[in-house]
């Protein structure tokens, strides 16, 4: 079946270093989700990008879905301490009205 | 409006006991899903309910069972609950085809 890998698993950053998360589907996906899960509490929509080589930004957030739509990339520019917590990618199964797969994720944490 | 809203938010079992997790949604979204979340295991889907009165087998179903009891509340059963069923659960919700997930806060369930 459909898998979506995402690495890293973990990433220990210092607050103000540059932080990357990729995401990897074995098949072309119609669209990518993220979301944001802090400790201790439930993920939350962060973006959907629709579009073969769309970029999107959020800030400091800069959101990649790739030419091939099998790839996707999420990358925090200056991190802050209000960044921990684990980022999840997910698309859908096959087209229509059908559940999200989702990534392993990446926990990521800030040291002040 | 209160979103997607799951109880208990904690619990405990015994081996073999059963109980019902509760969720309902009050922004009149078409499609319910509940996963569960276990350490390095990412979200995977166990059951979810595309429309009111439909219900599909996720990627984890056995030992569970769905109820979607009317457009608001889709409910989650363990008739025998094991250890292995100790984990965070998660519903969420969404309006329709490619739209994003709300999610509700949780229940954290150890099964003795």
């Known amino acids: 079946g459909q898998q979506v890998m995402q690495i890293p698993q973990y990433q220990h950053v210092q607050e103000g270093e540059d932080f990357t998360t990729y995401c990897n589907s074995s098949?072309?996906?119609?669209?990518i989700q993220w979301y944001k899960q802090r400790p201790g509490g439930h993920p939350v929509f962060l973006i959907q990008?629709?579009?073969?080589?769309e970029v999107k930004k959020q800030k400091r957030l800069t959101f990649q879905f790739g030419e091939a739509k099998k790839n996707s990339s999420l990358h925090i520019t200056a991190t802050q301490t209000t960044d921990v917590g684990t980022y999840f990618c997910?698309?859908?199964?096959?087209?229509?009205?059908?559940?999200?797969?989702f990534g392993k994720g990446t926990r990521l944490s800030v040291i002040a | 409006n209160a979103g997607v809203t799951q109880t208990p938010k904690f619990q405990v079992l015994k081996t073999g006991q059963s109980m019902t997790l509760q969720c309902a949604q009050d922004?009149?979204?078409?499609?319910m899903y509940w996963y569960r979340q276990d350490p390095g295991m990412g979200l995977r889907l166990i059951y979810y309910s595309a429309s009111e009165g439909t219900t599909d087998k996720g990627e984890v179903p056995n030992g569970y069972n769905v109820s979607r009891l009317n457009k608001r509340e889709f409910s989650l059963r363990l008739e025998s609950a094991a250890p292995s069923q100790t984990s965070v659960y998660f519903c969420?919700?969404?309006?329709?085809?490619?739209?994003?997930?709300?999610f509700g806060p949780g229940t954290r369930l150890t099964v003795l």
């Open positions: 969420a919700s969404k309006r329709g085809t490619a739209n994003e997930q709300f």
């Open positions: 997910a698309g859908p199964l096959n087209s229509g009205n059908t559940p999200l797969v």
């Open positions: 922004m009149n979204h078409n499609s």
């Open positions: 098949t072309t996906l119609s669209n």
């Open positions: 990008l629709v579009k073969s080589g």
